[in-house]
């Protein structure tokens, strides 16, 4: 792929474009964002998406590059819906960033006690740029945010550094207590019973939920949970967060109409599997046969349905949640037959 020299449209600073003539655009090689976005070749309306926005909406932008790339997409496509998408979401809780940062370490750690080291100090173009991973994970916007969510992981016992203040050269490392409070995090999502459903919420799509997703996880011994049968008197984005947060996994179904896809669908499985949570990934027949589902979800492997065989759907859905999830806590015992 030729190369090229030019900046990041997201934070305007140095990158590397890889022409990809396959994809029809560019792969964007951009430290900033700790690693690799996709552009197509004439990016003029996703650069004028991104121009108005704030530093804090950069940031969350970024995190759902890292989340995309944590989900296996190794060069995320940016697009207007995208952008729009984190622009009009809400940034996260202090605690969140911070547990970012954590996995972050965690995850620069080759082995178990070695440092992750940062030099806190400007470059010829006046940018902090050894600090960039760390804002990135961190959905921060300065070093400042970056060195006060350290010192809220140092005193949480979550990571030891060499010395009690946060210098120009540091060497962190991730504590017991810290892989503990990741295994943690991980492990309280196992123990629910709840999974949480991503559609498109249309009459047309009622039986696909009543006759094919609701009874499969049913059997499976899970509790569907559709947001718009719930009661809640808070913010739609904040309870969906919330809700995503107490599920075991997420099934995600990417079937759309004539409005086109729906990007609450992408951004729900991709808030999921930014933290670790699976999703299991269906559609309508006809739109996986055609390609129509997008570039960044194609590659994972879709439970395709019918309107005339919803019960085999129900089955291929139930089996695959209990092959690779394992019955839920409500998964209802055969009695044995003597």
């Not at 995850?107 to 806190?120: H, L």
């Not at 609701?214 to 947001?227: D, F, Q, T, V």
């Not at 718009?228 to 995600?252: G, L, M, P, Q, T």
């Amino acid at each position: 792929m030729a190369m090229t020299q030019r900046n990041c449209i997201i934070w305007e600073t140095p990158v590397t474009y890889h022409l990809d003539a396959a994809r029809g655009g560019y792969v964007v090689d951009s430290p900033r964002t700790d690693g690799r976005y996709f552009v197509r070749q004439d990016s003029t309306q996703v650069e004028q998406a991104v121009r108005p926005l704030t530093t804090r909406d950069k940031a969350c932008l970024t995190t759902w590059l890292i989340d995309q790339r944590r989900l296996g997409v190794d060069a995320p496509e940016l697009t207007t819906g995208i952008v729009t998408q984190c622009r009009d979401g809400r940034s996260r809780s202090v605690h969140d960033r911070a547990y970012r940062l954590l996995r972050y370490l965690a995850r620069k750690t080759d082995t178990i006690g070695a440092p992750v080291s940062a030099f806190n100090f400007l470059d010829e173009d006046g940018q902090a740029s050894d600090y960039w991973p760390f804002m990135a994970w961190s959905e921060s916007t300065t070093v400042e945010e970056v060195q006060f969510l350290i010192r809220f992981l140092l005193k949480e016992g979550m990571i030891e550094t060499e010395t009690e203040t946060v210098a120009d050269y540091q060497s962190y490392f991730v504590t017991p207590e810290g892989f503990g409070r990741i295994e943690k995090l991980d492990s309280v999502r196992i123990k629910s019973e709840q999974a949480f459903v991503a559609m498109w919420f249309a009459d047309e799509m009622r039986a696909v939920f009543d006759k094919g997703i609701e009874p499969a996880l049913a059997a499976s011994g899970y509790k569907a949970l559709r947001i718009d049968r719930k009661d809640h008197n808070n913010k739609i984005d904040d309870e969906i967060v919330a809700e995503i947060r107490r599920s075991r996994f997420v099934v995600a179904d990417f079937t759309y109409g004539t409005s086109g896809p729906r990007g609450g669908v992408y951004f729900e499985a991709g808030f999921a599997q930014g933290l670790g949570i699976p999703v299991v990934f269906s559609c309508r027949q006809d739109l996986l046969d055609e390609g129509k589902i997008h570039f960044d979800t194609r590659q994972y492997n879709h439970i395709g349905w019918t309107t005339d065989r919803l019960d085999e759907f129900k089955d291929r859905l139930s089996q695959r949640i209990s092959a690779t999830l394992g019955d839920g806590p409500l998964k209802q015992l055969v009695p044995s037959v003597r």
